[in-house]
């Protein structure tokens, strides 16, 4: 059965009708057009569908829509503000921390989320952070770089 589900989007107000059960990754996607989202696995074990969620990084693959009703949610489409990339963002551009770039926005949102909760990591916190988030290409070493570097970034603008 559909129901009115209310959250807040990339810091506008959004509202979908829609069965309650459906994840989150679809509703995101199809309903609301958002594709930086990536479908992995379907079992929350890749990290490709991560989002921010009240500023905790979750698998969107696995979260039932009806639970973000009243939430805040953060796509890759609304960590960019006023044009301008996130020290994270540039940072993995910087380093060529992608390949393919099928795992990037998972991979920065979730480092966004570990710099939220810790803004000064050790290279192991970083290494640990992103342990469930998983690339094929290889490029596992620029992306801790990347990581570092946005820390300090980020640690400049506070």
Sequence with gaps: MNENISFTLNDKAVSVNTDGERPLLWVLRTDLGLTGTKYGCGKALCGACTVIMDGMAVRSCVIPVSSVKGRKILTIEGLAKN????????????????????????????AYSLLLSNPEPSRQDIIDGMEYNLCR??????IIRAIEEAAQEMKGAR
């Design 83 to 110: 044009g301008k990339l996130h020290p994270i963002q540039e940072a993995f551009a910087k380093h060529d921390a992608l390949q393919c770039g099928f795992c990037t926005p998972g991979m920065i949102l979730n």
């Design 137 to 142: 290409c290889g490029a596992h070493t620029r």
